[in-house]
C-alpha cells in the first residue's frame, strides 16, 4: 500500500506551544522520511528527514520521531513561533519515488 | 527554488484546449518530477523522469504526457485540458546522490 496517512488536518497552537503532527505508512519498503514546509506561493522546501534505522532525529527546535514497529513517525515543533504558521507534509520514499501525506495546515497565534 | 524555474507560473486556458508547462533546472541533475497539489491530496506524482527520453508513469497520469529531450527541460503536456485538471503543477529534481527531492515554485492552471 503505497499511502502515508497524516493528521490532524489543521492544527492551531499557541505562541510557544508545542505542534505535533503525526504520520503513518503501510509499505515496509520504506526507506527515507522527509517532512516538508510549505508557504502560501511557494513550493514545499525540505525541513527535516530521518531513516528507519534511527529513532529521533532534532535540528533546532524540529525533531521526528519514529516508531518502525508501529510504522508511525511524526513531527514534533518546540517552542512554536508564528513564523512557523504553514503547512507541512510528510512523506515517504520508495526507490526513486516519494509518496506524501494530505499535508496539515499549522497555525500558531500570537 | 533549488535552481529550478517553471514556466508560466500562472495560466488560465479553455477545457479542450492543449496546454503545454515546462520546468527547467540548471544543474543537470537526472531525475525530475512532476507533481500536482490539490486539497486534501498533498502532492500526487503525475510523471517522472531519469534521464533523457526516460520517463514513467505516476500515481495520476491519465491525461498527460511529458517529453525530455534535454536534460534540462522536463515539458509537461495537457493535450486536451478538463476542468479537472486544475491545479497547482509542482516540478522537482532529486540530485544523484540523495533521496531529496526539491521543488519549483509552481504552476498554478485554472481550465475554465
Known amino acids: 500500500q503505497q499511502q502515508v496517512k497524516q493528521s490532524p488536518q489543521s492544527l492551531i497552537v499557541q505562541k510557544g506551544g508545542i505542534s505535533i503532527i503525526n504520520c503513518a505508512y503501510e509499505n515496509t519498503a520504506f526507506d527515507y522520511f522527509p517532512w516538508y514546509q510549505q508557504f502560501p506561493g511557494k513550493g514545499p522546501a525540505l525541513l527535516i528527514a530521518?531513516?528507519?534505522?534511527?529513532s529521533e532525529k532534532k535540528e533546532g527546535r524540529f525533531t521526528i520521531s519514529f516508531n518502525k514497529s508501529a510504522k508511525q513517525f511524526s513531527l514534533h515543533i518546540m517552542d512554536s513561533q508564528p513564523g512557523d504558521s504553514a503547512t507541512y507534509f510528510c512523506?515517504?520514499?520508495?526507490?526513486?519515488?516519494?509518496?506524501f501525506g494530505a499535508g496539515t495546515i499549522l497555525r500558531v497565534k500570537s | 527554488d533549488a535552481g529550478i524555474t517553471q514556466s508560466p507560473r500562472h495560466k488560465v486556458t479553455e477545457t479542450g484546449t492543449p496546454v503545454t508547462l515546462r520546468c527547467h533546472q540548471t544543474?543537470?541533475?537526472?531525475?525530475m518530477y512532476w507533481y500536482r497539489q490539490d486539497p486534501g491530496h498533498g502532492l500526487r506524482l503525475i510523471h517522472y523522469s531519469y534521464g533523457v527520453k526516460d520517463t514513467d508513469k505516476g500515481e495520476v497520469s491519465d491525461g498527460y504526457s511529458v517529453s525530455r529531450s534535454k536534460t534540462e527541460d522536463f515539458l509537461l503536456t495537457l493535450e486536451s485540458a478538463t476542468s479537472s485538471q486544475t491545479s497547482v503543477y509542482f516540478c522537482?529534481?532529486?540530485?544523484?546522490?540523495?533521496?531529496?527531492?526539491?521543488f519549483g515554485p509552481g504552476t498554478r492552471l485554472t481550465v475554465l
Open positions: 512523506a515517504a520514499t520508495y526507490g526513486n519515488k516519494l509518496v
Open positions: 530521518i531513516r528507519p534505522d534511527v
Open positions: 544543474e543537470n541533475h537526472r531525475y
Open positions: 522537482a529534481i532529486m540530485p544523484g546522490d540523495t533521496d531529496t527531492q526539491y
